[in-house]
């Protein structure tokens, strides 16, 4: 573990966080809990002719001022949404520390680029691009500039992009900003929109699901795309979740498939048990990458098994939420931080939602079913999210 680590313990003091499954913290964990697949909806607005199930956010998302109309996109109208849930936090943390002392570090992997393909869509019609058309809207950089200008914050403010994990990551740089004492709170956490470059990409690929996506079932075909915004408040101060380990590693593989192996998961996982100096048996819950195509569930399910064995409780949320790409890491720590957060006694659970057969080939992994139970609270959980290029990424929170 490297030196300036050594020692730190960081909370997760707050959470703002909408998608498909609902518009604040308690819809998305009680649509969740109760296997609810309804935010994914069949649409071809993203591939014209050609509809595939997606999970779109529902909520009427705030407008922005028209001083920060160079970021003006659904991407930071998403950001905006997740962080005004938060605002009172972060005002205790401007108190406390000053807005030179709080930092922005987001994750995507699409940012606004939606609004290019409407702009171009324009050109092509022969018409003037929409008036409030900026190119930072599509910049990766944009949503990070974006909230700091908003919140009026002063410390780094920057983007990680490495595709899937693009949030995961996020949380390694956060953490490291406050390590290195040059923050005393970050907001950390990320956000992806849906954009018919992204649905052309995966079609390209052969890896959209035909009908609702089956995380580790037998006929798993493939994806559904989604959107997402997952903010965290991280600091040095008490709060009701910490951060405990990342791992992450990097085999580069191949550009788009998972090596069968999983050498470099298997790395991501133990690393983040090692940082967080706890055993497998400790994990009480895995948040599973669980895309629902075929390779990635077969790496991952193996990869569990030789680290966690079988008895650990595993779901994959994407059979609910969808997959928000670069927002997906964040969102599913934000789904372990609620069931550590919330006052369970009974420890409820969130399942596996695929509508098929579990994989008879795949490892028989504890495949949390609905209304299953931990029989006490859930203290640990362990999140894993993997992207092209093999760039992995597996986190562990706990309750304080």
Request: proline share 4%.
């Amino acid at each position: 573990m490297p030196r300036i680590l050594t020692g730190l313990k960081l909370f997760l003091n707050d959470l703002g966080i909408l998608s498909a499954s609902g518009n604040n913290g308690g819809e998305m964990l009680h649509n969740l809990q109760a296997g609810h697949r309804t935010g994914l909806i069949r649409t071809d607005e993203y591939s014209p002719g050609h509809p595939y199930y997606a999970g779109a956010v529902q909520a009427e998302l705030p407008g922005i001022d028209d001083k920060y109309s160079v970021y003006d996109c659904r991407n930071s109208r998403l950001l905006l949404a997740a962080s005004e849930q938060i605002k009172p936090t972060i005002d205790s943390m401007i108190r406390n520390y000053g807005v030179d002392r709080i930092g922005v570090v987001i994750g995507t992997s699409t940012s606004g680029l939606r609004n290019t393909e409407l702009a171009l869509a324009e050109v092509a019609r022969s018409r003037p691009k929409p008036e409030k058309f900026h190119y930072k809207q599509q910049q990766f950089a944009g949503g990070a500039d974006f909230l700091a200008s908003v919140l009026g914050l002063k410390g780094p403010a920057y983007t990680v992009s490495t595709a899937c994990s693009s949030s995961g990551r996020a949380f390694a740089s956060a953490r490291r900003l406050i390590a290195l004492d040059i923050c005393d709170a970050v907001i950390v956490g990320g956000a992806d929109s849906l954009c018919q470059f992204t649905m052309s990409g995966f079609e390209a690929l052969e890896s959209l699901s035909a009908g609702l996506c089956k995380p580790f079932g037998s006929h798993r075909d493939g994806i559904n795309l989604a959107e997402a915004a997952s903010l965290f408040v991280l600091s040095k101060e008490a709060g009701p979740v910490s951060l405990e380990g990342i791992g992450a590693s990097s085999d580069a593989y191949h550009f788009s498939a998972p090596d069968p192996d999983g050498g470099a998961v298997i790395a991501a996982m133990e690393m983040a048990l090692t940082d967080a100096r706890m055993q497998p048996g400790e994990i009480d819950y895995i948040n599973l990458h669980g895309t629902a195509t075929p390779l990635n569930d077969a790496m991952e399910s193996n990869a569990i098994w030789q680290v966690f064995g079988g008895e650990v409780a595993v779901s994959s949320t994407k059979g609910m939420t969808g997959h928000a790409l670069g927002a997906a890491a964040a969102m599913e720590m934000g789904i372990c931080w609620l069931l550590l957060a919330q006052d369970d006694a009974q420890g409820l659970l969130i399942p596996n939602i695929n509508d098929d057969a579990p994989d008879g080939a795949l490892p028989s992994l504890n495949y949390v079913t609905p209304g299953q139970t931990l029989g006490r609270r859930v203290n640990h959980c362990q999140s894993n999210s993997f992207a092209f290029g093999g760039n992995n990424i597996s986190i562990i929170i706990s309750r304080t």
